[in-house]
């Protein structure tokens, strides 16, 4: 459960886009390692391309130039057969199976390796519904019925159902209202605390942010400005940083520093 | 106990036959002296707790070693582990009762094609009350998507079916030396049922569904709301073009689609039978009487009108949904073709004694 080196080293990174014929560099030589155990959040101005990296790390996008390593295996690989084992990734929509139940969803990377007993995937998969918070009896539900809020925790439950340890989650607390997110937050550091398990975040909700994080990135200007502790890179002079934390809302926020974050 | 007990090691097929049978034999024997020692696991994660815990019979051991972790994972599995409450099976009153509810399914159909039909009426006389203020740059739109990108394809297909039934009809023709008459079978056949009934048919599939499929989404992304909140009149801007778009766009192909079929019926019978294009031209204008061409114009522009409506109308029933979407685009055009045949049939029977 704890393997030690990093678990997600990003190097020379380049993405480039292309709008309406224009190349839009969005990425350039952006260097990013992440260590296990770590609670990493990336932040950054809307286009920054904070979720193409996520994107990337889960292999989904291949980057112009640059090598993505994960777990010492190239991106482009995680997807194979068993990569429910290797990392977790909550959709910021949730992106459950439409046509599956609640239970199904959960159950679905378990019961594709096709060896386990249905009793054992189907209590394994109820096991995890709780631990997310939700009521055994909601297990049949289907995802079309669920509020947002539940289908974000359904859609934790799914990806925690082979105990990755790596979790991506995309914009975990939007969406939801701020007794929700705060629980979303004690649930995300209960299991990080919990199970080992290493977390890279995207994340608008500084609240949420300085809850949680034990490092902070920030992409702008094409690359990771700053990173590490949420003090350190609050008081970092670059204008974008200065501007995202020492807003209003930064510093509305920033009140819940004064507590260190419990996740380490 | 030893290895690696985590659920991608578990599910290896080999691993997992040998491990059932150490298990039940571990666990079938007596249970009050044996010690479960775990500490020696290289890993365990919650399926391999899972299966630990119901092996035991969903109860502790009577003597366990474990490492904390390892004790914080069972713990959290005997906490939460309990039956699945199943979903209660339907009974005979139940199915009964979903009957019902099927036969009032279909009466909400009707109802909701009724009001739809309805609100559009009332769209048409506000339009011509108005027709400055008309939908025009939708409907410009619509046409050239409906009309314009479907020449190629209802072209295509309206010329190899003339191809295929000139040849057909050559075969038997030959036979009782009747070659000439091939110019009344193709034209009457053509002009008067397959022409219509084809086009009306590809038009279906192809934008009957993408109507059904626009619409559902606009359902889906919350954009029809967004439309009533601003007080924009959905029937007026979103049914009113495209039935107006199809109504028009329809009979043109129909048109276009028999050319190509004529087209290709002609090239075949020169082809198998010598008959020249010049006669066959000439013989054309009298074995199909006018009335027949009326009446394919007038019948492709009802097809129109019906795709454009059930098209709507399944796309405005869409739920906000992603499977729903799905359902009503295969409903939309299932229904439509089907719509399309029986009015055909129904054509068919009411002017049995025109053009023939």
Known sequence: ?264 | MLGQWTAEHLAEPKAWSKLKHELHAATSTETDVQLWDLCALARMDHVGAQLLWNAWGRRWPAQLRTLPVQRALLERVAQFSMTVPLPARKSAMQLFLALGRQVLRVADHLIEMQRLIGQLMLDVMRLVRHPRHGPWRDFSGHLYHIGATALPITALVGFLIGVVLAYLMAQQLKQFGADLYIVNLLGISLIRELGPVLAAILIAGRSGSAITAQIGVMRVTEEIDAMRVLGIARGYRLVLPRVMAMALAMPLLTVWTTLAALTGGMLASDLMMGVTPDYFVSALGDAVEPSNLTLAVGKSTVFGVLIALVGCHYGLRVKPNTESLGQGTTASVVTSITMVILVDALFAVVFKDVGL
């Open chain 1, 1 to 264: 459960m704890s393997t030690t080196g990093p678990v997600v080293e990003i190097e020379k990174l380049t993405s480039v886009f292309r709008f309406a014929g224009q190349e839009v560099v969005v990425h350039k030589d952006l260097d990013l390692r992440i260590d296990a155990g770590e609670l990493l959040s990336i932040v950054g101005g809307s286009g920054s391309g904070k979720t193409v990296l996520l994107r990337q790390i889960l292999g989904l996008e291949t980057p112009r130039a640059g090598r993505i390593t994960v777990q010492g295996r190239p991106a482009s690989q995680l997807g194979d057969e068993g990569a429910a084992s290797r990392v977790g990734m909550l959709f910021q929509h949730g992106a459950l199976f439409s046509a599956f139940s609640v239970l199904d969803n959960i159950a679905f990377p378990l019961r594709e390796l096709g060896t386990l007993p249905d009793e054992l995937v189907r209590d394994a998969a109820l096991v995890k519904l709780q631990m997310v918070g939700m009521e055994p009896k909601q297990a049949h539900q289907m995802p079309a019925n669920l509020s947002g809020g539940m289908i974000k925790r359904v859609a934790l439950a799914r990806s925690l159902i082979m105990d990755p340890p790596l979790l991506l989650l995309d914009e975990p607390t939007a969406g939801l209202d701020p007794d929700r997110a705060d629980d979303f937050c004690d649930l995300l550091r209960s299991l990080h605390r919990e199970l080992g398990l290493t977390v890279v975040m995207v994340t608008h909700d500084l609240d949420t942010l300085f809850a949680l994080s034990t490092r902070v990135a920030v992409l702008a200007e094409q690359k990771v400005v700053v990173s590490g502790l949420p003090r350190e890179v609050m008081n970092f002079p670059n204008r974008f940083v200065q501007s995202y934390f020492l807003g209003k809302r930064g510093l509305r926020a920033r009140a819940l520093l004064q507590e260190p974050p419990v996740a380490v």
